[in-house]
């Protein structure tokens, strides 16, 4: 990304490879953290919105979705040395989730979940080093999400 020195991008890979080796199960495991941080975002979710929270992580809408979006994370990881197609690839999920109605703020909350995640999903492997790597990616990835979003409602405003 342009950022990140060679030391940090290989703690990203070898962080990552534990979620690429189970994406379905830490992507369950990481949005139960992120509805239990932030409950609200839940509703933004019409596919499992009025599913109990009990119930989600055996629900296959929910863990579609939650697979869904490790691999896109996946996408954007094996995409880290080529800054342009990130860069167009993260301006395209936040366009395509303005659609879905979400504001730029969620992305923030996902970060921070995912930011106390780590430590838990990838326990030793989640370094100082690994630490700063990653909230420096976020960082990135979540400002360009927001200018997607923020794209997309340019030219589709909200009508009251």
Known sequence: MGLLSSEEEE??????????ADMKGVGVKFFLHLFTMFPELKSKFRAFANVPFEQLAEHKKFQAHAFTVMSSINSLIESID???MLTEMLLKIGENHGRRKLQ???FQLVEDSLLDFFPKAMGELY????????????????????????SYYAEHPLKP
């Open 11 to 20: 703690a990203i890979q070898i962080t990552w490879g534990l979620v690429r």
């Open 82 to 84: 080529d800054v342009e």
């Open 104 to 106: 730029p703020g969620d």
């Open 127 to 150: 370094t100082p080093l690994a630490k700063e790597a990653w909230t420096k990616t976020l960082q990135v990835m979540v400002k360009l999400l927001r200018e997607g979003i923020e």
